[in-house]
């Protein structure tokens, strides 16, 4: 979620910090909606949404596997949420979405909204990431502001489950806030239970993964005055 307050406790790993059902009985606690979604800054997701259908389309470009236009199959919407990133984007770029999302109270929403009804979206899996073992192939596994809910084990090995559920010419995109911390370390925030990291952090935990990281952009066009993290685009195919 694109806030900015951070605590920073010592020298203790942050990811060591993450306590899954603490961060469950957070999102319990917030609104099932678009503000409650972005942290209370409702009013970038349009420019958020844009950016992203900018970003793949410009990736589709690089895999000459995949289509550079036209629908692709199936998609995934990974920490979905209420399916706002679904609703306004992956929609438009897929012909059916899955969605990944532990708590009840975001899926409820998604499986009575109008794309479930209409076959646009597909399977809810009511999970979270550490434990979904994707049992499809997918042209595009999308991970917005929620992959800081896992450890840095755990995301590796997520992203090791999720490489072999691509299809032929799929990719991965990963779409997460930016540590601003002053010694370049990850950053710990306690309200919501995430691990902020690097960019460093991210390439890494990439090539432990076996991922190629085929194209990475930060998101412009959010105000600065609004005091948020910077937001970057990771696209990441099999190496
Ligand atoms: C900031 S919201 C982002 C929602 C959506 N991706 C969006 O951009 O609108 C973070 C989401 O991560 C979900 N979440 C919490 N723990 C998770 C986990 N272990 N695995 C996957 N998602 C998780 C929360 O329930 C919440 O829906």
């Known amino acids: 979620m694109p806030t900015s307050e951070h605590t920073q406790p010592g020298s203790i790993p942050p990811d060591s910090l993450i306590d899954h059902s603490a961060a469950i009985q957070y999102w319990n606690s917030v609104s099932p909606d678009v503000n409650g979604m972005l942290g209370g800054f409702p009013q970038i997701s349009r420019i958020d949404l844009r950016a992203s259908a900018n970003f793949l389309a410009k990736v589709r470009r690089l895999i000459p596997s995949l289509p550079e236009s036209g629908s692709l199959k199936l998609g995934v919407d990974c920490g979905a949420g209420i399916g706002r990133v679904t609703q306004g984007f992956l929609s438009n770029v897929c012909d059916q ?30 999970t979270g990431l550490e434990n979904w073992v994707p049992s499809k192939r997918y042209d595009l596994i999308w ?90 685009f990771y696209a990441l195919r099999p190496n």
């Open 143 to 232: 991970n917005q502001w929620c992959v800081g809910h896992l450890t840095d084990s755990q995301l590796v090995e997520y992203l090791v489950r999720c490489k072999g559920a691509l299809s032929e010419g799929g990719l991965i995109v990963l779409k997460e806030n930016m540590s601003t911390d002053a010694d370049k370390e990850d950053m710990y925030d306690e309200l919501d239970n995430t691990v902020t990291r690097t960019d460093q952090k991210f390439r890494s935990l990439f090539d432990r993964a076996g991922l190629n990281l085929i194209k990475t952009e930060e998101q412009s066009g959010i105000p600065k005055t609004l005091g948020l993290f910077p937001i970057r």
């Open 97 to 126: 979405v899955d969605v990944v999302e532990p708590v009840e109270n975001f899926a409820r929403v998604v499986q009575g909204g109008p794309l479930k009804q209409a076959g646009k979206v597909g399977d809810i899996y009511i």
